[in-house]
């Protein structure tokens, strides 16, 4: 049920007093609005300019009643850091703005005028801050079942500030077991790792903006979903695991086990990254669907033991690398960006060939994309290590070399001539990776006999 109401300021600053209004329990993390926006919002009170309603949940379960923004917390959270005196209104920064904003030279601004002079609320005087607190809000009141009125408020759609399909889902879903589940990951991940506010910031998936927008909680889902149940079309299904997994008791098992996987996948993806971005590797900007794939590799194939990351982690992060500078390269040559190499590994196509029209994220090209990844793993961390280079790596290594001169002869080689030798012969210890690869005369390999 939805009821209208009016609340002044003065209203306002007696419900955050009492906590009675609460700002920030799911919708975001962090306010998103600077200090120049809040700035801008506090004269426009003091202007007597509408600001568009505010829409709370209406809490009567308790002693007494209590309110949950669920629209507005930005211009309530700019209220609240001006009432504590954290806010300070400066007056260049309205300067410029009335100064590019004709339409504002006719509002009125007697009282906007001692708000500036003031710089707090505190410094106002007493009539003048009784004046403020006559400002009216009008007020959107929702109540009954929590997730219902959540629901009813985006079929509203009265949000002057749009909210982030997980913002929404953060409101429908708190406290469920999926949900909760998805943030202690980001959380733990976050304090074991990261130096900033989020490991998936520092690993380069999203920015500090899309932190504060609960991305990173969306994305922890996406992969809890794909340890669990597989790829998945877009994500199209989010709210429907976060829904099938709702109580603690049906869930806890399968989503203690999937945590426990995407901890340990997650630090072995920092520890390939040596604690720095993905881009680092050669992965675009936006790589998100590369983790997702590399997350999607671990699973299909089994996480790295530290044994074999100890010896192979190095000749690992170098294949991806340069499989990633393939990849982007083949994708420029096909978008006619660039003229790209005289040949390319089918690993190398297959994956770069899911970047190239049609839904990036559907469930074909995301279960594509995991199968490459599983391959350019398996064929580092192989049990067994192999007489010769696959064809995967002889292209690697071909790619690498700049001059193509035959490492033995000193000789141009053209790729029809082409063989992958080994830099130190497996005879003195060398092995079959893509770091120990050189390109030769498939005739001046013959010659030199078994190496």
Known sequence: MISVDKWRIGEIKQHLSDAR?????????????????????????????????????????????????????????????????????????????????????????????????????????????????????????VTGKRAEAVRAFVRMNTNLYSLKPQEIRNAVFNKTAFLDAAIGLCETLTGELANSDSYFIDVGVVTSEAWKRMQDVQFSLECMILVLHGPQHRRDTIDHYCDLYREPKDAQKALDDAIKFLRKAFEQIWELCEGQKIQDLNFPKNAENDLYALVGALKRRGLITQAQLKKDGA?????????????????????????????????????????????????????SRIEVFTNVINDVIAEIDSSSFSEFQRC??????????????GEEVAYKEFHAGHKVARAHGGRSVVANGQVEHAKCNQKAGIN
């Open 21 to 141: 209004l609460l700002l920030d329990p799911e919708y975001q993390r962090k306010a998103v609005w600077t200090s120049k926006t809040q700035t801008l919002f506090i004269d426009s009170l003091a202007r007597g300019i509408p600001v568009g309603a505010i829409t709370v949940f209406e809490d009567d379960s308790g002693p007494y009643k209590k309110y949950e923004v669920i629209d507005g917390r930005q211009r309530l959270t700019a209220l609240s850091e001006y009432f504590k005196g954290e806010l300070e209104i400066r007056e260049s920064v309205i300067t410029a703005q009335v100064e590019s904003e004709d339409d504002l030279s006719d509002v009125d601004s007697e009282l906007a005028e001692k708000v500036i002079a003031a710089g707090t609320y505190n410094e106002l005087a007493l009539e003048e801050r009784m004046a403020l607190d006559e400002y009216e809000f009008p007020v959107f009141k």
């Open 315 to 367: 000749e690992l992060r170098d294949t991806i690398r340069e499989f990633r500078r393939q990849v982007q390269l083949y994708i420029a040559m096909v978008r006619g960006e660039g003229e790209g190499e005289d040949t390319y590994a089918e690993e190398v196509k297959d994956y770069a060939t899911t970047f190239l029209g049609g839904q990036v994220n559907s469930e074909k090209k995301r279960a």
């Open 396 to 409: 690697l290594i071909w790619a690498r070399s700049k001059e193509k001169i035959c490492a033995r002869c």
